[in-house]
Nanobody, 124 residues
Framework: QEQLVESGGGLVQAGGSLRLSCVTS??????MGWFRQAPGKEREFVAT????????IYARSVKGRATISRDNAKRTMWLQMNGLKPEDTAIYYC???????????????????WGQGTEVTVSS
């Protein structure tokens, strides 16, 4: 059974850093991404990376502060977040595509597989 499991969330002060992890199992995943959902808001795109880890796209809100990476041998994807702001507070979800696509999507509907989320709270 295909599964994505996030970890690494927590409470951090503004200006701090967190490294989120997403471990996959049970299938082959190609393009992967991070999305987040703040209380009362819709889920939004954060970052995406292609299957080889050679192409990335970031949301404007995190560009310059976030780094997405992956190690296919470890079946793990990461999101390093620096300079965290209170507005980064959200549940962060790992998402993946189980089919090859040369197009990196920033749309949640294009990702079939999702983790359960890890909560990030940034205090001011």
């Amino acid at each position: 059974q295909e599964q994505l499991v996030e970890s690494g969330g927590g409470l951090v002060q503004a200006g701090g850093s967190l490294r989120l992890s997403c471990v996959t199992s049970g299938g082959t995943f190609y393009n992967m991404g991070w999305f987040r959902q703040a209380p009362g808001k819709e889920r939004e795109f954060v970052a995406t990376i292609n299957g080889h880890g050679t192409e990335t796209i970031y949301a404007r809100s995190v560009k310059g502060r976030a780094t997405i990476s992956r190690d296919n041998a470890k079946r793990t994807m990461w999101l390093q977040m620096n300079g965290l702001k209170p507005e980064d507070t959200a549940i962060y979800y790992c998402a993946a595509q189980s089919y090859y696509s040369g197009y990196l999507s920033v749309t949640s509907h294009d990702y079939r597989h999702w983790g359960q989320g890890t909560e990030v709270t940034v205090s001011s």
